[in-house]
């Protein structure tokens, strides 16, 4: 089947088997290999990406499911050469070893962060509880969302807390 | 703390090299590696524990219009390459060709133009199994009548495989004989499965006209996978490269070989193209890489007042269907003989019988070197056991039994020499962090509201660092690590080593090894790693010997291009190389600090048209290999607080204090995430992660829907303290950090919440203490009381 998916702001139409996993469709037809497989069982969160505004598990979405939608994925954090601030928080605060769960990690944050711009660490563990880390005991990521929230209400404490429609996300 | 001769500033926290490609989604994990024409792989997996192979028929796969191979067992077999050594000097079949011997063991191999056709054609390979009688628990392995594994070797007739002991037996039967008091206890350390999130994978390019195999995996031992493979296959080692790019972590899971890999390799070789194989995570916890297993009898002497006198185990070990664990070939139960732990004790004697089940292999070191996780567990429950016999304080019992300062270097009753420690002191810190004699008027308290509170203690001391070459091996590879260090004209700097990072941050914390030697920015120092074509031979990254072993001979390889930067000094200073002195990162004019050199311009001078002294040929390049003298021995003292639910046997862990001893840190940000790592495991080890089976050998764990791992509503936040006693022996003082506490924490998580369960008399709940468990031994306990 034939599908056309904006992702990260660029339409890419492709013919796909209809059993076509999201993550795969990322992954292996458009290169784009920061969002990463790991469980199969939507348990792990290691391939979390955005479709339209909702962070989704890819291994469990069919690329087909993403048909006319918009998908982010941590390829598009950085914006023009600036750093999203989850991304600085984790770099300041250790909040990464292997690297391989903080792609989906990052989008989480980025979802929570729009949606509650200043959460407490409590409510950044509840956000966190559908992704696995096997490196850091989450201390640091827990620090670095924080981090995070600080910075970007630092920066501009008007920040909307939503993505803007063009599923660009904040700019 | 600094070490002799080190740059100032250039220990400390520092942000690593490595986050600037992850937080951009850039890592180049196995899976992300694609090549032009590259094939698919997939593994056909037997659905029984044990079976005789009757027939096997590809036909239908082989036809199908994608699949561009398919291999099996007798194909491999007519090749010589049915059989795979293991990391134990057993075998493994590659792929079965007369039985398989656990669910999920490889029985065929699939290449197809992508996933998943490669998948489909596993459908349609009609494997005919007659089923054998499965043996699952290992207590019963020896028993008459048991079926016998490993019929694959000729005249055995058991399921045994080793007895191994160490320790003085009778002095420990005469310790025992003499005590007032003696308390055994029955410990099973459940299999346990390390489960980083990346599974294990391979991309294979066999180049047909250079005849260079190139293969990119997630390995943790590069250069010992290399050797493996050219023995097996019969290729010269120049001909193989193994490149371990980056690896979404290992915890020992990725030391072994596996099937998978030597599939994909065979498979290149006869498709001429560049085959992928990653397993699913079904596949990840059925058939690679268990750790633990451990069924243990644990029994401890003392005096009524609380001076232990004695330890002795007794240990059966299941070693699943191949002995594939990972440890030096003369350890065959790993280090667990260091099980009298952080106590002065006078007698102790081990013995581990090692037996064939039918379940995965493994046996790996999963963040704990060598069995050293399972030692530090029996001790510690036992010391808990104990104060449990004597109504004693636990941590009172411990202080008592501590080794002192002036002990080290220890000389332990099973032969181990520990390097340093406080341990004394190192306790007392977590206890002040913790806020000990609060918490335990805070139990009382709630103890009297009936709510169940409990505090663990645990001391560990870890043994990290393999090893001394002239006893440990690897399938006689010497656990010895090279490294290489070139400096560039302008005193930039490279360093290749031999072991490999999965998240630990080597590219930093070695940049700053050499950086410190050198008075270098650490920036201007790149590591290069994790490809055999371009770093020096070593063993790897496990048992925490990276920094103990790697970052020595780093050391070693820096302070020899230190040493002839002095004599290129001396030149261009015109002073003798001995009126040199090395302050500030810049080798001086003894006494005359406005003459100095620093390395930059020595290098420059190294490669100009200076004239240099005799001997000095020019560059300042130099390597080093490293075989330690000895292990060291990290060392710790956690204390955890939980809650336990006694209506639902949910245990909350509330509070976790951490006190490390890793002797010098070279970057503490590293050292504490490394730290916090282990903490979570321990938690999870404890009281969630279990791979289980049925009576017939189903696996039951094969998903993160069975196999549980803790999330961020589980794991507290940390508190960490540390107290540093170098290490005598290492150039630097560092000890190694990454295991320190997978070791030491489960023992305080049960410890707890023995602890919360002990108003009801519990005296043990075996891991992982689930709510299903916790309820289950609150309810015994309570019925027991009701008959009472």
């Avoid at chain 2, 002095?566 to 600090?593: H, N």
Wanted: with cysteine; net charge negative; aromatic share 6%.
């Amino acid at each position: 089947m034939r599908i056309t998916v904006i992702v990260n702001g660029a339409s890419h139409t492709r013919e796909v088997e209809p059993r076509l996993l999201l993550i795969h469709f990322l992954r292996d037809d458009l290169g784009l290999t920061g969002s990463h497989w790991g469980c199969d069982t939507s348990n792990c969160g290691a391939c979390v990406v955005w479709l339209d505004e909702t962070p989704v598990k890819s291994c469990t979405v069919l690329a087909a499911m993403a048909d006319g939608h918009r998908v982010r994925t941590v390829e598009d954090l950085e914006r023009g050469g600036v750093l999203d601030p989850v991304q600085q928080g984790f770099t300041e605060c250790h909040g990464l070893q292997c690297g391989f769960c903080t792609p989906g990690m990052m989008m989480t944050a980025r979802a929570l962060l729009d949606r509650n711009p200043n959460p407490t660490a409590a409510q950044v563990r509840e956000a966190l509880s559908g992704q696995i880390c096997r490196c850091t005991g989450y201390e640091n990521i827990v620090r670095s969302v924080l981090w995070a929230s600080a910075r970007q209400a630092e920066a501009d404490p008007a920040r909307p807390g939503g993505p803007a429609l063009d599923g660009r996300g904040p700019a | 703390m600094n070490a002799a001769g080190a740059a100032p500033g250039a220990y400390g926290p520092h942000a690593r090299k490595e986050d600037a490609r992850f937080i951009r989604g850039a890592g180049t994990f196995v899976d992300d590696v694609a090549l032009t024409g590259m094939l698919h792989g997939a593994v056909l997996r037997s659905p029984l524990a044990h079976a005789r192979i009757t027939g096997l028929d590809i036909s239908a796969a082989a036809a199908h219009p994608k699949v561009e191979a398919v291999i099996t067992g007798q194909m491999l077999a007519e090749q010589g390459l049915a059989w795979m050594p293991t990391l134990s000097g057993d075998v493994q079949a590659v792929l079965a060709t007369d039985k398989v011997r656990f669910q999920g063991q490889e029985v065929a191999f699939v290449v197809a133009q992508d996933r998943y056709s490669a998948r489909d054609a596993l459908e349609l390979i009609t494997v005919d199994y007659e089923p054998l009688p499965p043996l699952i628990d290992a207590k019963r392995a020896l028993l008459d009548g048991a079926p016998l594994i490993r019929d694959d070797q000729p005249g055995r007739t058991t399921n045994h495989i080793f007895d191994w002991e160490a320790g003085d037996l009778q002095a420990t039967d005469a310790a025992f004989a003499g005590a007032d008091v003696v308390v055994a206890r029955d410990l099973v350390y459940p299999r346990s499965h390390p489960a980083p999130l990346e599974t294990c994978g391979v991309v294979a390019d066999s180049d047909r006209i250079t005849g260079k195999l190139t293969v990119w995996a997630t390995s943790q031992a590069p250069h010992v996978h290399r050797t493996l493979y050219a023995t097996f296959l019969g290729l010269p080692e120049h001909k193989i490269r193994v490149i371990s790019p980056d690896i979404g972590g290992g915890f020992g899971s990725k030391v072994p070989l596996y099937p998978g890999y030597l599939c994909a390799i065979v498979a290149s070789m006869r498709t001429a193209r560049p085959v992928k194989w990653v397993e699913d995570r079904s596949e990840n916890l059925m058939a690679t890489a268990f750790a633990r297993d451990y069924h243990m009898h644990g029994e401890i002497a003392a005096t009524r007042d609380g001076r232990i006198l004695g330890l002795r185990a007794s240990v059966l070990a299941d070693h699943g269907a191949f002995n594939a664990t990972a440890q030096p070939s003369r350890f065959p139960a790993g280090f667990f003989s260091v099980f009298t732990g952080s106590y002065d004790v006078p007698a102790a004697h081990c013995q581990v019988r090692a037996v064939y089940t039918n379940k995965a292999p493994g046996g790996v070191a999963y963040a704990c070197s060598f069995r050293v996780t399972e030692a530090v567990y029996l001790v510690e429950r036992l010391v808990d056991a104990l104060a449990i016999e004597l109504g004693a304080d636990p941590v009172r019992l411990r202080m008592r039994n501590l080794l002192r300062p002036e002990q080290f270097p220890y000389r332990s009753p099973t032969g181990w020499e520990y390097d340093s420690g406080d341990y004394p002191r190192t306790l007392a810190v977590a206890l002040q962090t913790a806020g000990y004699d609060d918490l335990r008027r805070e139990q009382a308290e709630r103890r009297g509201r009936g709510e169940l509170m409990g505090i663990g203690v645990s001391c560990f001391t870890d043994a990290v660092g393999a090893g001394p070459r002239a006893h440990m091996d690897i399938l006689g590879l010497g656990m010895a690590d090279g490294a290489e260090l070139r400096v560039h004209p302008t005193g930039k700097a490279v360093l290749a080593v031999s072991c490999q990072t999965q998240g630990q941050g080597h590219e930093t914390t070695f940049a700053q090894i050499v950086a410190a030697e050198l008075g270098l920015s650490a920036d201007d120092v790149e590591v290069v790693h994790g490809d055999t074509d371009r770093t020096p031979f070593g063993l790897g990254t496990y048992g925490s010997r990276s920094t103990p072993v790697s970052g020595a001979a780093a050391v070693v390889a820096a302070r020899r291009v230190r040493e002839r930067a002095r004599i290129v000094a001396g030149a261009m200073l015109e002073v003798s190389p001995q009126d040199l002195a090395w302050t500030g990162g810049r080798w001086q004019v003894r006494g005359d600090p406005g003459r100095s050199v620093g390395i930059p311009a020595i290098a420059m001078a190294a490669h100009s048209a200076l004239d240099l002294p005799d001997g000095i040929e020019g560059h300042l390049d130099d390597k080093a290999v490293y075989n330690p003298p000895n292990l060291t021995f990290p060392n710790g003292a956690y204390i955890c607080v939980v809650d336990v639910d006694p209506g639902t046997g949910v245990v909350t862990v509330r509070r976790f204090i951490a006190v490390d001893d890793c002797g010098v840190r070279i970057n503490p940000m590293i050292v504490a995430g490394q730290v916090h790592r282990g903490l979570a495991d321990g938690l999870g080890i404890a009281l969630m992660q279990e791979i289980s089976f049925d009576a017939d050998g189903n696996c039951l764990s094969g998903s993160f829907m069975d196999y549980l791992l803790p999330t961020a509503v589980e794991c507290p936040s940390f508190e960490l303290a540390e107290t540093v006693t170098p290490c005598p022996h290492h150039p630097i003082g560092a000890k190694g950090i990454g295991e320190s506490a997978t070791v030491g924490s489960p023992a305080a998580v049960v410890n707890a919440v023995i602890d919360a369960l002990r108003p009801l008399g519990v005296t043990h709940i075996d891991m992982p203490m689930t709510p299903a468990n916790v309820w289950l031994a609150i309810e015994a306990a309570r019925a027991r009381d009701g008959r009472e």
